[in-house]
């Protein structure tokens, strides 16, 4: 969930001014007063072994794994402590699996950099990388954007959707199953209000009831409409609405709702639908001991959640420590991490670890870090098992 800061543009699309509005008013509630914006971080972003956060100053700060130009500092290395992106004041940011896009300015174009080998990037190129924020052609009047793997999208104002890169399981949501590098129309949907992408599908939230439609590969059963065919044009998930944030991971898929309870369907063999079980569901079972979560990620085959006054709930694959509580032991039902975060405003996954931003503008991390992807200037394959301070 973004926190946008009264002085920021912010994400848009679902949340646009009424939710940012009551996002900010249930923070106020929650916490005991307003977060302490014009401090450091606003707002995190996780890919595949990298993160950025969205500062107040309108900087872009990313670190972790480099080699594709995905840090977008116009370098490909690695960086263990944060580097300055080549973008600044961003609507919104997402970061793949080795690539990364934002929407920029208030015309909404978005620029793409990092791995383009699928034609991710939408410059009208498949190349090497792109070290240098590229424009994405053919979209404009953007309000959010997502990455999976090698796949990005992007939301448009009038509520349809644009697709561009890796397209084999149908991750362009056209129709069709031929990759591209620059954006064509997601077909069948329309009224979105919210994009999130995972490893090789994308969700949306759409229409009066806030139900979801998902396209692209459906190996585990993660688009929802309880088969196990990949889809090349989006399918209606069965049994979620009003749903306030969408989390489609590796091979499963979440949804926080407007309740706060948070519904999960898709693979489950590391424990990853938080149903207390681990065994896959085609049709979204409910998250364990969660009743009131407001913000809420998955990239790999872990979720984490922000429950009450700010507390992190994580669960699923904890191979490098990423569900942060000192142990690397899988959990099926959500646990709190080790110290436990009680003042966390946002929070972003990665394939293996885990970063959240604090109501003081600080951030911490966990999990793998081969990469650096902590943010401490320190890199530990084995990984880091309990949140750290990034650096910032």
Not at 55 to 81: A, E, F, H, I, K
């Amino acid at each position: 969930m973004l926190l946008t800061p009264p002085s920021s543009t912010g994400r848009t699309g679902a949340r646009r001014a009424a939710f940012l509005v009551l996002t900010f008013a249930l923070l106020v509630a929650l916490l005991g007063g307003a977060p302490a914006w014009g401090a450091g971080a606003y707002d995190i972003h996780g890919g595949g072994d990298f993160f950025c956060a969205t500062m107040d100053s309108g900087n872009v700060r990313c670190w972790g794994q480099g080699t594709d130009g995905q840090l977008g500092n116009g370098d490909d290395l690695d960086s263990p402590l944060p580097v300055t992106a080549i973008v600044s004041n961003p609507r919104d940011i997402a970061l793949g699996g080795y690539h990364a896009c934002a929407v920029l300015g208030s015309r909404g174009k978005v620029k793409c950099w990092g791995d383009n080998n699928s034609g991710q990037i939408g410059n009208g190129t498949e190349s090497l990388p792109v070290l240098t924020p590229a424009k994405a052609l053919n979209v404009r009047k953007a309000v959010e954007v997502s990455a999976g793997d090698e796949h990005s999208c992007a939301l448009l104002q009038a509520g349809t959707v644009k697709c561009w890169g890796e397209n084999s399981s149908g991750e362009l949501g056209n129709g069709e199953i031929l990759s591209t590098d620059e954006a064509v129309h997601v077909v069948q949907l329309s009224s979105a209000t919210q994009i999130s992408s995972g490893e090789n599908s994308t969700c949306a939230v759409f229409g009066r009831h806030n139900a979801a439609k998902c396209w692209g590969l459906n190996n585990a059963g993660q688009l929802g409409d309880q088969t196990t065919g990949d889809s090349n044009v989006p399918v209606v998930v069965k049994g979620v609405r009003n749903i306030l944030d969408l989390a489609p991971g590796y091979e499963q898929s979440c949804a926080l709702l407007f309740s706060g309870i948070v519904k999960c369907w898709g693979d489950n063999s590391d424990g990853q639908l938080g149903n207390g079980s681990f065994n896959p569901s085609l049709t979204p079972v409910t998250v364990n001991g969660i009743n009131n979560a407001w913000d809420l990620d998955s990239f790999g085959a872990h979720t984490c959640a922000l429950v009450g006054k700010g507390t992190v709930k994580c669960w699923g694959d904890n191979s490098f420590g990423n569900l942060g509580n000192n142990d690397d032991t899988d959990s099926d039902v959500p646990i709190v991490t080790t110290p436990v975060i009680r003042n966390a405003t946002a929070v972003s996954t990665a394939w293996d670890s885990v970063c959240v931003i604090l109501t003081n503008g600080g951030a911490k991390c966990w999990g793998y870090n081969t990469h650096g992807e902590v943010g401490n200037g320190t890199t530990n394959p084995a990984g880091q098992w309990t949140p750290v301070d990034v650096s910032l």
